[in-house]
Structure formats: structure tokens, C-alpha cells
């Protein structure tokens, strides 16, 4: 179980882990919100509406911003205020012919604003790609933004952002797969009938955790409250622990994590011979995982001492490492080891959510990373830039406090899969994903995922699609886009281009298609 709970410590946490001082200063706020009952926090929905224009592909967009929060009731009782900003174009005709997408990061405990502010909305932090990106944080115009091509609205889960508990009601209420799925799933019923957007093809886009979230949406909205998504978008996604999570004693995830150690090796130029293309290189390690790492990790410590030698070294001829330091592993090393071995005689250690980001290693003898190079990076210019554009842009939440992460919050892990009576101690998305596909033939499914992404690694998300029970027609449906960048693959230049191309011509494709 203390294995289980460190491999769950570090799952995907989307983007947010460490922008906080520890966790626990998060853990803290979220009990003091959990004890605010409705008399301190006032029930009532609160929104700030303004107008502005901005220039996409070229084009001059003008559109309404709407930041606030909706009150969600059940039997008539305030239970949660829910919050949220919205964009709508002023000029693209009626609602009903205008998709409308819903978006959120993942965690589970971070707000939107990675995504808001990294790619979809209509300012963007500015940030020092693969480096570290001096104070104060900045925003600008955002040519890359999609609301040309969708409305918006950016969510933030219960416990994040200005969004908590109201009433009786309390954070176990909200914190845990299947109850953020049905929360969240009230969220957007609600502001789809408030705003009369039943009539629009709609779309749901998660981030990381938020391909848990995402997959749990897509079936259980179409399942419970009768709402049939056009599209469902799913960036650097997590749907499995199974396939997903590292260093739990489970020899699947340490095989599904070794293409990702390779396409980092390759990129830091750690491999004794380097191929001169990526594509082709990760391509001969996924064989070499399937055909023989992996048999060779099922065989456990029975498996043969010439073959163990003989994997070792393809092992870190793959890596930049050593076949000692693979065999000293059992074969099983976790992407935090490898992440602070690589570039140990260099006293430096490469990211996690994107390794092509180094830092200093604080003890170069530890034998796994003390901390994430990314977040230092990037994390605070994310945070000052938003707060920025949320008090004096939106105009709103000057007294009332943001919460960017909330990590600290205990998490109910457990999920109840559709049709099935038992509960599933850990998450497994990928029958909800599938039933969701198979049972609404209008779904489509874009998946977009980074190279050099240790959060959720490429193979494990393969892994996953090709373990979807479903027809061959509705592989049809399905779509993949690769970067080469991390777990945030726009903050990477040439992939911030080609991500708002791929995403926009997936919306305009699948919402041709009725709603």
C-alpha cells in the first residue's frame, strides 16, 4: 500500500504541483473552505461581463468575456458554488449554429489556468520555452486562441479557482473520480440550460487528469442527462493506472514509460549513437517494448540471467545509461529515477511534465528527482499573468481568492465502471471511453500528446486506445496529433502552431456533423 500511495503522489497531476509552497498550505485552504457554510460564503451566482476584440489567423474576433460562478443546488440546497469564464463570439450568428467547448486541466486539483492562458483563450502568458521565465509574469494578445472556432468556457472543479463546497455540503462531496464526474457533469447541464445552448454541437476538452474527467463526461452525460457530445478532446491524457502509473509493482507501466526515457536520452543528446530522426527511433523502441521488455518483465525473477543481460544492455543503449544501472533495477526503473540519473555526472536533472526542461540537482546522490525543473520554470509567470488578466481585464474576484492548486485534498480513487456493481479500487477510464464512443456514432475523439511528456507518457496513452473494445468503425472516429514537447506541448513554439491548427479543424469537422 505506501508503493500504491507514492505512485498515486505522483500521477499526472496536470500542470500544478508545486506552484503551491507544500501541499500542505493547499490541504489547509481547502478544509478552512470545506468549514465555510453558506452564511459566510454567500449563495448567489456572481459574474462580470465585458467586451473585446482580438486578432486570430489574421482575423479580428470580437467577443463577450463572462467570469463568475453558478450555484449548484441539490434538492433545492446550495451545495456548491461552480466557477468559470466563458467566451462567446459577438458575430458568428446564432448560438445554436456556434459549437460550444468545455475545458478544464486535470490534477485532480488544479484550476484551468494552464490551458486558458497557455493555448485556448484569448490572452497568453508569455514564457521562455525549455527555460526559466523571469518575474513579473505577462500576458498578451493570443493569435493561437480558438474562439474563433468555438465558444468557450473554462472550468474549475470544486475545490479550485473560486469554486467549494456551499452549505452541508463537504469536499469528499466533490474530490474523488466518480463524484467530480457527476459535479462537473451538473455544471455543464446547468449552463447549457441557463444559456440556451442545448441546440449546439458541444464538445468537452480535458487536460491530463483531465482525460479521466473527460472519458467519465463523455459516457456519463449521454448516459444520465441526455446530452450527445459532438467532439471530446483529450491533451496528454491520463485514463489508467494500470498503464499510467510507474512504480507501483506493476511491470506494465515501467515498459510503457520506456519510449519516453528514449525520445529524452535522444533529446539531450545522452545516446552513444543518436539517430538523426525522432519518429523512427521511438517507433524501434515501442518494438523492442512489446516483443521484448515486456516479456522479459512478465518472466519476473525467473527470467534467465543471459537474457536479463542481454535486455539490460538494449536498455541503456536506448537511454543514455548503464546496463549495470538497469540490472541493479530488476529492469524496472521509474521515469523519477531515470529522470535524475540521466543527467547526474552534469549535476542536473531533466522534467517530468516536459523533459526537455533541466535544473540543478539538489542532491546529485538522490535516487530519484527532489523536484520538477518545469514548475519553477513556468509556475509563477502562469499564476501572476492570470491573476493579472482575471482582476483588471475580467474585472472580477479582486476579494476573493483564487485557488490555483489543491493538491493537498484526499482523493477518492475508486471508480464504479458503467453497467458493472463493484466499485474498482483504482481508476480505469478506458470502458467509459469506449462505451461512450460505441453507444453515440456522432463522437469523435482527438487525442493530443507530447513526445517528451513523463506525466502521461505517449505508449501508455497507445496502450490504452488499442485496449478500447470497440468496432472497427469507430477507430475511424478517432484521431492522434504528436508535438514534440511535453505534458503542455503549446508552450513549445512550432507546437503551439500546430496544435491550435489540429484543434481547430477537428472542431470544425466534428460539428458539421450535427449535434
Known sequence: MKHLLTAIAWLPLATCLGLIPTTWAAQETAEKNETKNETEVVAKAQQSVTHHQVKIAGKTVAYTATAGWLIQKKDDKPVARFGYTAYTRDDAGPAAARPLTFAFNGGPGSS???????????????????????????????????????????????????????????????????????????????????????????????????????????????????????????????????????????????????????????????????PPELKPFLDEVERFTRNEYLPALVDGFTLDAERKKAVAARLAAYTGTSADYWLKADLRVSHQQFLQELLRDERRIAGRIDSRFVGPALNPLAESMDYDPFFPAVGPAFTAAFLDYLHNELDFGHDEEYQVSAFGVEWDWKHQPPGERWWMPYPNLVPDLAQALVMNPGLKLLIQQGYYDLATPFAAMHYDLAHLDVPPEVRQRIAVEYYEAGHMMYLHPPSRQKFRADLARFIQTAAGGGG
Do not use: C
Open 112 to 274: 484551468s489556468i494552464w490551458l486558458h492562458l497557455g493555448i485556448l483563450g484569448p490572452e497568453r502568458v508569455v514564457i521562455a520555452d525549455e527555460g526559466y521565465t523571469p518575474p513579473p509574469g505577462r500576458h498578451e494578445a493570443n493569435e493561437f486562441s480558438i474562439i474563433d472556432a468555438t465558444d468557450l468556457v473554462m472550468v474549475d472543479p470544486v475545490g479550485t479557482g473560486f469554486s467549494k463546497p456551499l452549505g452541508k455540503a463537504k469536499g469528499k462531496d466533490f474530490w474523488g473520480v466518480d463524484q467530480d464526474i457527476k459535479s462537473v457533469a451538473a455544471f455543464i447541464k446547468q449552463y447549457v440550460s441557463e444559456n440556451r445552448r442545448w441546440a449546439s454541437p458541444k464538445f468537452i476538452l480535458g487536460e491530463s487528469y483531465g482525460g479521466v474527467r473527460g472519458a467519465g463526461l463523455a459516457q456519463y452525460l449521454q448516459a444520465t442527462q441526455g446530452m450527445n457530445l459532438n467532439g471530446l478532446i483529450l491533451v496528454s491524457p491520463f485514463l489508467s493506472m494500470v498503464s499510467g502509473a510507474d512504480g507501483a509493482a506493476i511491470d506494465l507501466p515501467y515498459a510503457l514509460y520506456l519510449p519516453t526515457f528514449a525520445a529524452t536520452a535522444w533529446y539531450h543528446d545522452k545516446l552513444a549513437q543518436k
